[in-house]
């Protein structure tokens, strides 16, 4: 892979909180804005793009039009993510489970049909799952999704009262009951199993995971569990609307309610079939510099996007890298700095001419 298809980032759209860049050519693993994330498993997590359209109160990545702090957002390109994702399904093997996700809404993506179709032509795939909030499809997409091979829906729903589901997103004219009915449509009429998977905000959804799971329950998840409740959790850049629950306030909270409805909400075992698999090399130590050459700034403040001068041309060696800078850092400048976190192949790096940054917190993380 040659720096110069570093060139082929293309500006796309100006929006009211940053720009959304087109990315190609650049190291699709290494980065929590786009691409490939490996944490161990046989799971794959695709992230085509970080747009959303909402601008939930709770949102671990601070995504949407009210965003005050992210500077820009990334669309990838589909051939590169489908390349990319051939290489790691041949390194995992069989059994892959591609989870189409991001820091957006993965229903956004303008590829999402050829996306699915292409992740399904790999033979070591198993199973191809997404999250999302549905409300930007139709009958037709979600037909066509059927056609081109997903398998699930973890549709993201966190209240069933319309106007506090409106408030959840700080978005008007966002319609939950448009959203309950393409999710009852998908399962009655097409083969994608539809699961929920509503966050839990102390203080402000109590009454509703009884009222989700009841639906839940009632009219989705064929195959797998219909209900997935998470927990709000603070993240350093996310939203924060309350104060979150401990774990164990949270597992307590579920077991009661399970008493009090009658209702499963608690899923032992492994009722998604997630292996262990070996993880994908890192290439670079915590420590270790890395001369790397800047693309443009990150979706966030005081971030950019970055890549080493020194790539392999391989999905399973090469890695972008975030630089968290206090100093402004200029498109194609050429930076020396030290690798402060290589987590799940996620590298994040510090200019070594200043001082080591603090990047405790960075959103994304765990965030579904
Ligand atoms: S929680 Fe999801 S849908 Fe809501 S703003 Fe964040 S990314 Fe968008």
Not at 103 to 131: F, H, K
Not at 211 to 230: D, E, F, M, N, S
């Amino acid at each position: 892979m040659a720096n110069k298809t570093l060139a082929r980032k293309v500006f796309s759209v100006q929006r009211g909180t940053g720009v959304v860049f087109r990315v190609s050519g650049i190291p699709m693993v290494g980065t929590l804005y786009f691409g490939l994330v490996d944490r161990g498993t046989n799971v794959v997590e695709v992230r085509p793009t970080s747009v959303c359209a909402l601008s939930c109160i709770f949102c671990s990545v601070n995504a949407g039009p009210k965003s005050r702090i992210r500077r820009n957002e990334f669309v990838v390109e589909l051939d590169d993510l489908l390349d990319a994702a051939r290489e790691v399904a041949h390194f995992k093997g069989r059994g892959v489970e591609f989870h189409i996700d991001g820091m957006g809404d993965p229903g956004n993506y303008d590829r999402l049909v050829d996306l699915v179709a292409g992740l399904r032509e790999i033979p070591e795939t198993r199973t191809i799952s997404m999250q999302t909030r549905l409300f930007m499809m139709s009958e037709d997409k979600v037909r066509q999704l059927a056609e081109a091979g997903l398998d699930r829906i973890n549709l993201s729903v966190d209240a069933l009262d319309v106007g506090l589901a409106a408030d959840l997103a700080d978005t008007e004219w966002y319609d939950v009951r448009r959203v309950i009915e393409l999710a009852e449509y998908t399962v009655r009429n097409t083969s994608i199993d539809v699961i929920v998977s509503p966050v839990w905000v102390p203080g402000i959804n109590d009454g509703e995971i009884a009222r989700i799971a009841a639906w839940a329950h009632a009219a989705l998840g064929k195959k797998w569990p219909p209900v997935l409740v998470q927990k709000y959790v603070a993240h350093r850049r996310g939203r924060k609307p309350v104060r979150e629950m401990g774990w164990r306030t949270f597992w307590e909270a579920l077991r009661r309610l399970e008493r009090e409805t009658g209702l499963r909400l608690v899923f032992e075992g492994n009722a998604f079939g997630i292996e262990r698999r070996a993880p994908l090399p890192k290439p670079y130590a915590v420590g270790e510099k890395v001369r790397l050459r800047v693309v443009t700034r990150g979706i966030f403040a005081g971030e950019y996007l970055a890549v080493p001068l020194r790539l392999r041309g391989s999905t399973i060696h090469d890695r972008s890298v975030t630089i968290v800078s206090h100093a402004e850092l200029p498109e194609d400048a050429v930076v020396t700095a030290r690798v402060v976190e290589n987590k799940d192949n996620i590298y994040l790096a510090s200019p070594s001419a200043g001082p080591p940054l603090s990047v405790r917190g960075v959103p994304g993380r765990n965030r579904r």
